[in-house]
């Protein structure tokens, strides 16, 4: 018998994996195979004499005639022909190049899971008054009902929360373009930040493809990374202490002066982690723990604060600074010249932060100052995204968000734009297990020629 029953699937030799016969040889001994016919106790048999099968345990039984699910279906068998020559009988001979038969692998069923049903999203309002968002759709620049409102709501702090693929990005751009073509906002006030160069460059990018917009009005935004735009601040203010050739911008540079403490402490340079070292160092500075508030919470952390103690004096000494002491920097002029920071606060009216599930303290903190004075902040993020938690960011800030500006207003995007509906679900699934997030389950949104 070619079939029999086994963890109360129907299965068949054709088809299941040989390297996965012992097992089943195995599992017949301890009697999970029965027979698809009868329900009797059978044995896989592996011998060299007979080709693999099932039989009765009990040898008085003989086999049961496979009349099962896998019959009808099963390709006939072969019959072997044979030819007379010089008195022997043997095998008709067969060409080599016939193609050999394909063994496939027995695929247990599956559940279905049925998808939600596809629910697209309304389109904006119809009828809409302001120009701009006119010139914007005949420049085929389509927003949901959701995203519309992002886009033309500018005052006040404004949360959007959303997944992936939902056009934050896009939001966030068509926004600063609103802002400066249809509230005749001052580019020069708006202050744009996302987390890496190239984020913030392709967000110019992606503004200067709206329309109306050049590269001179692009130019004037205050666009970039945090640490790019405060670091431009310290250098105005300071320019000797920030000068770029004391900046440690590699790893080894900080290693170099983190071991030296090392030795000190005789710590084996090959035994320990100073990689890891650098990073609990960063991730200190970042939540704005300074050496004397670290609490170690391991001997493996006693020893790194010790590190911490000697990193940031063997700096000082050296007038050397790391990129987290940008941030740090401009925190501490901002604390000790309150009229620097009035005249920043001035000076920017609004605030667009994209990816803001990856802030820490001490950005989330230099923005709350900012934006002390006129409260125009716009957050955007996904607190399923958050990837930079081993220097300190934490999505936490997204739900902070909601308490410490006030009268915020909530937008959720949770349409996707970009993937296919079995990787939204799919994806959906996946992240629903996770245990602090902000629910927003993603659509499906199908779309012909976007552009961005
Ligand atoms: N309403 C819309 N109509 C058509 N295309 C859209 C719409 N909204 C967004 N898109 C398109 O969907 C894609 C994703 O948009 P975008 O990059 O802004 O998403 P995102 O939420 O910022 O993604 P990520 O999570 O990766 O940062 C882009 O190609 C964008 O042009
Ligand atoms: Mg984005």
Redesign the pocket.
């Known amino acids: 018998m070619k079939t029999a029953k086994y963890n109360q699937q129907l299965i068949s030799l054709d088809q299941y994996n040989r390297e996965d016969y012992q097992k089943l040889f195995d599992d017949g001994k301890k009697g999970m195979l029965t027979c698809s016919v009868c329900g009797g106790p059978v044995r896989l048999y592996l011998g060299i004499k007979d080709k693999p099968h099932f039989y009765h345990r009990l040898s008085s039984k003989g086999d049961c005639s496979e009349q099962n699910e896998f019959s009808p279906s099963a390709p006939p068998s072969e019959e072997v022909e044979y030819i007379e020559r010089n008195g022997f009988r043997i095998p008709k001979a067969r060409s080599i190049t016939a193609e050999a038969e394909k063994e496939e692998k027995f695929i247990f069923p599956r559940e279905v899971k049925i998808p939600l049903p596809f629910n697209p999203l309304p389109p904006a309002k119809p009828g809409v008054k302001l120009n701009y968002l006119k010139q914007l759709k005949e420049a085929a620049i ?3 009902g959701n ?1 519309e409102k992002a886009v033309v709501s500018t005052d006040g702090p404004l949360l959007i929360l ?10 966030l751009t068509a926004r600063t373009a609103f802002m400066i073509e249809e509230k005749k906002i001052d580019p020069g006030s708006i202050m744009l930040v996302t987390f890496t160069a190239k984020a913030a460059a392709e967000m110019k990018k992606r503004i200067a493809l709206y329309p109306g917009m050049s590269p001179a009005k692009v130019n004037q935004l205050i666009a970039g990374t945090f640490h790019s735009i405060f670091y431009r601040i310290l250098c105005f203010h300071d320019r000797e202490n920030w000068s770029s050739d004391k900046l440690m911008k590699k790893e080894w540079q900080r290693e170099q002066i983190l071991k030296e403490a090392g030795r000190k402490l005789q710590l084996d340079e090959k035994e320990f982690a100073y990689d890891l070292a650098l990073q609990q160092i960063g991730l200190w500075k970042n939540t704005m723990i300074m050496p004397r508030e670290v609490k170690p919470e391991s001997p493996w952390e006693e020893k790194v604060a010790l590190l911490y103690k000697d990193y940031e004096a063997a700096k000082d000494r050296q007038k050397l600074f790391d990129f987290d002491d940008m941030l740090l920097g401009c925190y501490k002029l901002f604390k000790e010249k309150p009229e620097i920071l009035e005249s920043y606060q001035n000076r920017f009216q609004y605030f667009l932060i ?2 803001f599930q990856d802030i820490n303290k001490v950005q989330y903190e230099l923005m709350k100052m900012l934006s002390d004075k006129h409260g125009n902040v716009c957050a955007v993020g ?1 607190d399923d ?1 958050s990837i930079y938690s081993f220097r300190g960011s934490d999505p936490a800030y997204l739900f902070n968000f909601k308490s410490d500006f006030k009268n915020i207003e909530l937008i959720l ?1 949770n349409q996707n ?2 993937s296919p509906h079995e990787i939204v679900e799919t994806a959906n699934t996946l992240i629903s297990a996770n245990l602090t997030r902000h629910e927003k389950e993603m659509r499906l ?1 199908f ?1 012909v020629n ?3």
Do not use: N
Request: hydrophobic share 25%.
């Open positions: 389509h927003f949901d995203q959303a997944g992936a693929g939902s056009g934050k990005t896009r939001v994209d990816e996904d995204q995007l734009y970009r949104s779309l976007a552009r961005q």
